[in-house]
């Protein structure tokens, strides 16, 4: 097992009903760290350049809007196997499929507000972190 880092986003429809703790809970009980942290209001262009692998997709106009139609709260989160591990929590993208317990699951309230996101790849989180953190602001 190896320790890892992996970006996660509590997203606009869970900041609105004010859940950023109770979601960080859910990565703390299960052993990741929050070794970074902060809160901010999404540009279009960033929530483009962010989800461009999409963009070919139906859904990505809408994406954007959501991503950007409130505050996210962006963590680097660290533990073993964090890549993996983090999406294990947040469980499926689709609430309605995802399994109880789970942050979607539990906060979710459609395939597109599905509360959070998860780096898919370590490769994936690598350049995640970097869109959002510098090194400084990552304490290990
Ligand atoms: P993931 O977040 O589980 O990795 P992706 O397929 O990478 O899922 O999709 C990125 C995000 O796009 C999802 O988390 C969700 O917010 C949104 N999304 C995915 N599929 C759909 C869809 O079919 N309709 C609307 N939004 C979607
Ligand atoms: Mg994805």
Redesign the pocket.
Known sequence: MATERTLSII?PDATARNLTGKIIAYFEQQNLRVIAQKRLQLSRRQAREF?I??KA?P?YD??VE?MVSGPVSVQVLEGENAVLRN?EI?G???PAKATPGTIRKDFGE?????SA??S?SLENAKNEIRFFFSDMEIVG
């Open positions: 997203k989800y692998v999409h997709r859904f809408e994406l959501y999406r947040m499926a993208t689709d459609s395939i597109e507000r599905n996101h998860g898919d």
